[in-house]
């Protein structure tokens, strides 16, 4: 495969339960991912968990984006990102995930504290009302680190 950016629009497409997306041979090339699942009402936690299991073979990946905004019945993203050593940006919308707790996302968390060469993250999880504690280390980072925006608004 040559593909080095894909850009999958799936908003508001509300009968979407699954994602049947494999990105393994993708993976020699894909430096730019955009997904967005924005107002996918009825994507399931194990339709989510089945896509970024693929992310662990994208090894030469440099930008993501993800949105799962409004996304209703998302409970737990388990997104480990340490593989991803050529990340630099990350783009991940979240808002109003209102059944999304702490330990939902806590992998997701780990893994950004493991990338050492992040230059641009935007987390958005903005009216996710059960996030309460959340722990986050850019150290590993803070040589390359450019841009950290970061919204958990009421």
Do not use: M, W
Request: proline letters at 1%.
């Amino acid at each position: 495969s040559r593909l080095r950016r894909l850009r999958l629009n799936f908003e508001a497409c509300h009968k979407i339960k699954g994602i049947g997306l494999d990105l393994r041979r993708c993976s020699p090339v894909l430096a730019d991912l955009d997904l967005c699942f924005k107002s996918c009402s009825q994507i399931s936690d194990e339709s989510i968990s089945e896509l970024v299991s693929s992310f662990y073979y994208l090894t030469t990946l440099v930008k993501l984006s993800l949105n799962f905004a409004f996304c209703s019945s998302i409970t737990k993203i388990n997104l480990d990102l340490s593989r991803n050593v050529n990340l630099t940006e990350i783009e991940f919308i979240c808002q109003f995930l209102t059944e999304l707790p702490d330990q939902g996302i806590q992998t997701f968390f780990q893994s950004l504290s493991e990338i050492s060469g992040l230059g641009h993250v935007s987390l958005d999880f903005g009216s996710c009302e059960r996030l309460h504690e959340v722990g986050f280390d850019v150290s590993r980072s803070s040589a390359t680190l450019s841009v950290l925006d970061l919204n958990f608004s009421r």
